[in-house]
């Protein structure tokens, strides 16, 4: 008996060693050697590999084998066994769990841009959009709600709330979807993008400093949760907006594409129309980040971004009738105009004494 319990610790302590030199092994070697080594996984560490993040160990944003205790173990023995057996995924993405954990280790860097995220509108959770009375009983929950909040959800709407109807009382299918993001870092973001990682200037060449830099190209692509893929800023349509016959000037920017695939107008391309918040007026043309910040959507400063204290008219525009000084205004500071003030016609400019 002794010889039996003797045995049995040893091989415990044999198995420990074991666990303990392959965790070490696999958390300090280079991802070739561990993470790349599944051929499910060499495509995407082939793109990382050319991305602004391949100086990042893989554990900082996707967890290492222990990160979240049991459930991380459990979910790397569910690979496992998936790679050993017919049922393996040549294609693997995150879930909606896996991309809602990530938001926290984004922050680890990014700290900046997720505080600013948590203060915008684009921090909805799953019970600001599904459980909001006043929409849902002016538009019935559908399918294409979840095009551009829940995008990750692999599931459909009647999973998500219930009735799906313009009648209430409504409620979630599941409690724990209450607090989950509707719109995470990964809506815009493929953290897996060719691009390199920041690095200061040639402080030698003053021209490499100042005005000879060249601009950095945007890391931005919207994933498209119908194809399960990513699209950048470059493959993504920019659509012809017209105010009636007119078509209306648009700015080149490419990051407005991303604005476009949710703040879209209705089938006819009309301004304005369902979410569609193109500038007309005497902002027709301006990027959409021209007055919003990109995380945050702050529009506080915009104004000091272009106009002097005092506009043409001798007024504070922050001052004036629009929905900038005060949301209820009916002057609608996207498609504000001139006119709209001066409904007997615009004065001629006033010039100011020097």
């Known amino acids: 008996m002794k010889n039996l319990v003797k045995v049995i610790f040893a091989l ?21 050697r561990t993470c790349f080594s599944c051929h499910e996984i060499r495509p995407a560490g082939e793109v990382w590999g050319q991305s602004s993040h391949r100086n990042a160990p893989c554990e900082d944003c996707h967890g290492s084998t222990l990160s979240n ?69 002016e538009e019935q ?45 990964l809506a815009c973001h493929q953290i897996h993008l060719k691009g390199n990682p920041a690095s200061k200037p040639d402080y030698s060449d003053p021209k490499a400093i100042a ?15 119908r194809e399960k893929k990513y699209f950048a800023t470059e493959l ?24 476009y695939q949710c703040h879209a107008p209705e089938v006819e391309h009309q301004l304005g129309s369902a979410d569609d918040r193109t500038p007309k007026g005497v902002h027709e043309g301006l990027s ?8 945050s959507l702050d529009t506080r400063q915009s104004c000091n971004g272009c106009h002097p204290r005092l506009s043409n008219c001798g007024l504070d525009v922050a ?14 500071i ?7 003030c001066h409904v007997k016609g615009v004065p001629p400019r006033r010039l100011r004494a020097s």
């Open 236 to 259: 993504l349509p920019h659509p012809t907006i017209r105010d009636g016959e007119r078509r209306v000037d648009m700015s080149p920017d490419n990051r407005d594409r991303i604005c």
């Open 334 to 340: 996207h498609f504000v105009g001139c006119s709209e």
């Open 319 to 332: 001052k004036m009738d629009t929905t900038y000084a005060k949301p209820e205004s009916p002057h609608n």
């Open 141 to 185: 929950v559908n399918e294409d709600c979840l095009r551009c909040h829940g995008m990750f959800f692999e599931g459909r709407i009647q999973e998500i709330v219930t009735p799906v109807s313009t009648q209430g009382p409504w409620k979630l299918v599941k409690e724990e979807l209450a607090h989950r993001p509707a719109i995470p870092c």
């Open 12 to 32: 415990l302590i044999v198995s420990c060693v074991g666990v303990v030199g392959f965790g070490s092994f696999w958390h300090f070697s280079s991802p070739e």
């Open 69 to 137: 205790g049991f459930h991380s173990l459990r979910e790397n023995v569910r690979r496992v066994a998936y790679h050993l057996s017919d049922r393996h995924n040549e294609n693997i993405r995150l879930n909606e769990e896996q991309v809602t954990e990530m938001l926290v280790r984004c922050k680890r860097c990014h700290e900046r841009e997720y505080a600013g995220w948590l203060a915008s509108g684009h921090s909805m959770t799953y019970a600001d959009v599904f459980l909001n009375e006043k929409h849902n009983k």
């Open 211 to 225: 005005y000879k830099r060249g601009f950095p190209l945007q890391k931005l692509s919207y994933y498209d949760r």
């Open 288 to 295: 959409c980040f021209a007055c919003h910040s990109p995380h």
